[in-house]
């Protein structure tokens, strides 16, 4: 396992494998990207299938023999809107959505347009399908006066443990949900207003 660590880190940037010769940015995006679209025709095949923004990345690197240090989020947007466009230009759905950036903001808006993928692969069910957003629905919050209440001085119980919560973030802090297709932000509606 060392000896591939040491290995990594002599590459830098961009490089072809297996030979390591290095290669620019741009000639990465060249090979990334038919890549890219086959990876994610091939996502559609599975009905609800989708991919992490790392798991794509490890893909496409070891399917396009391009490999690179840099983390996806430095380079994802870059071969995802090509990508967006050649479905656009040939009357595909829109692949990129595959891609799942942040299964905590993904909504319904998002699954409808992963369900015309699978549609459009045949892997969807012979009733259509339903889309299916990642985030489960939040469960109503549970009152307080349900709780049993504990006899002062008598020993304590076995509990189920409390669920860590999420920590607020400040709206102007908040991820921004953005059209797969257009790139645009989206409305709260979810529903892109220059698409539909």
């Not at 072809?16 to 010769?21: D, L």
């Not at 990876?39 to 794509?56: C, D, K, M, R, V």
């Not at 496409?60 to 240090?69: A, C, I, N, P």
């Not at 002062?152 to 400040?170: I, N, Q, Y």
Request: aromatic share 6%.
């Amino acid at each position: 396992m060392g000896g591939l660590v040491e290995y990594t880190q002599e590459r830098k940037g961009f490089w072809r494998e297996p030979e390591g010769t290095p290669t620019s940015e741009v000639h990465a995006l060249e090979a990334w990207v038919p890549v890219a679209h086959e990876l994610l025709g091939e996502a559609a095949e599975q009905y609800h299938g989708h991919l992490s923004p790392e798991e794509f990345g490890q893909r496409l690197q070891l399917r396009s023999g391009v490999h690179t240090t840099r983390p996806p989020e430095k380079w994802l947007d870059k071969v995802l809107a090509p990508v967006a466009a050649w479905c656009e230009r040939s009357d595909q759905p829109p692949l990129t959505s595959l891609v799942v950036l942040d299964p905590r903001h993904d909504d319904i808006h998002a699954a409808r347009l992963r369900l015309e993928c699978y549609r459009w692969a045949g892997s969807a069910p012979e009733d259509g399908g339903v889309p299916a957003p990642l985030t489960p629905a939040r469960a109503p919050r549970a009152r307080a006066a349900s709780r049993p209440s504990r006899v002062p001085g008598a020993p304590r119980t076995e509990s189920t443990p409390r669920p860590t919560r999420t920590p607020r973030v400040a709206a102007s802090d908040k991820p921004v949900n953005v059209c797969p297709t257009c790139f645009m932000a989206l409305p709260a509606t979810g529903v892109c207003d220059n698409c539909d």
